[in-house]
T-cell receptor, first 116, second 116 residues
Framework: AQKITQTQPGMFVQEKEAVTLDCTYDTSDPSYGLFWYKQPSSGEMIFLIY??????QNATEGRYSLNFQKARKSANLVISASQLGDSAMYFCAMRETNFGNEKLTFGTGTRLTIIP | GAGVSQSPRYKVAKRGQDVALRCDPISGHVSLFWYQQALGQGPEFLTYFQNEAQLDKSGLPSDRFFAERPEGSVSTLKIQRTQQEDSAVYLCASSLARGRWNQPQHFGDGTRLSIL
């Protein structure tokens, strides 16, 4: 079974609109962390936002927020007031903390294109 | 300060040749990771170091892949007798310390390896 599922291969959004990128995850570990990364065409992976499994509130970082629904095992990224520079691949990733495992497991990504 | 630095940025090799990819992590970062990213996919974990100790190499696809970090800073990923299926982007990431679960991994720009 896939540990991270991103069901939207591509999305087109009008500039200045809000956009939600979906991510569902699968783990039996009670303690885990969820990360979103942005990968522009240049190839670098840019960290956007983090949500811990025990965090009581949804994470926010500037225009990025995370809609964390633990019971549904979803961690959707919301980008408000989208900009042309938001066009990129977006990856959801999970770190499970059992046995001190530090590695990230990534989804297949969503390609976001912002239309002027 | 400087981010994660990877070299070379691009590498073309003939099938059967050996290649070495270098990663210079962020100064002071204890944890270092290697990932492989095939075209159109999310990164997949290869191996992980805590200082000079290789704690997890479960993602290395075969014994042709070898990684080292002898002094706990710079790391080298070596691929022997390269095959066409080794063509991918190899990403290196570092993070501040083990056990700091909310600390993100910071990625380099990657090395794009093409095997002819």
């Amino acid at each position: 079974a896939q540990k991270i599922t991103q069901t939207q291969p591509g999305m087109f959004v009008q500039e200045k609109e809000a956009v939600t990128l979906d991510c569902t995850y699968d783990t039996s570990d009670p303690s885990y962390g969820l990360f979103w990364y942005k990968q522009p065409s240049s190839g670098e992976m840019i960290f956007l936002i983090y949500q811990g499994s025990y965090d009581q509130q949804n994470a926010t970082e500037g225009r990025y927020s995370l809609n964390f629904q633990k019971a549904r095992k979803s961690a959707n990224l919301v980008i408000s007031a989208s900009q042309l520079g938001d066009s990129a691949m977006y990856f959801c990733a999970m770190r499970e903390t059992n046995f001190g495992n530090e590695k990230l497991t990534f989804g297949t990504g969503t390609r976001l294109t912002i239309i002027p | 300060g400087a981010g994660v630095s990877q070299s070379p940025r691009y590498k073309v090799a003939k099938r059967g040749q050996d290649v070495a990819l270098r990663c210079d992590p962020i100064s002071g970062h204890v944890s270092l990771f290697w990932y492989q990213q095939a075209l159109g996919q999310g990164p997949e974990f290869l191996t992980y170091f805590q200082n000079e100790a290789q704690l997890d190499k479960s993602g290395l696809p075969s014994d042709r892949f070898f990684a080292e970090r002898p002094e706990g800073s710079v790391s080298t990923l070596k691929i022997q007798r390269t095959q066409q299926e080794d063509s991918a982007v190899y990403l290196c990431a570092s993070s501040l310390a083990r056990g700091r679960w909310n600390q993100p991994q910071h990625f380099g720009d990657g090395t794009r390896l093409s095997i002819l």
